[in-house]
């Protein structure tokens, strides 16, 4: 599931992203091309644009 920037910032702006990356489950970096999460069978997962 690729998404490209403009996706990307628009689920950063989402309420339950918001809080996930409060509370550092959700880590975005600056160019909004990889998003690293946390599961909660303890799993990490990455979403990266090529």
């Known amino acids: 599931m690729v998404k490209t ?4 910032k628009e689920l950063v702006t989402a309420e ?24 909660k069978n303890k799993t990490k997962r990455r979403l990266q644009n090529p």
């Open 5 to 8: 920037a403009e996706e990307v």
């Open 16 to 39: 339950l992203f918001r809080k996930g990356i409060a509370k550092k489950y959700i880590v975005v970096n600056d160019e909004f091309t990889t998003i690293h999460y946390n599961c």
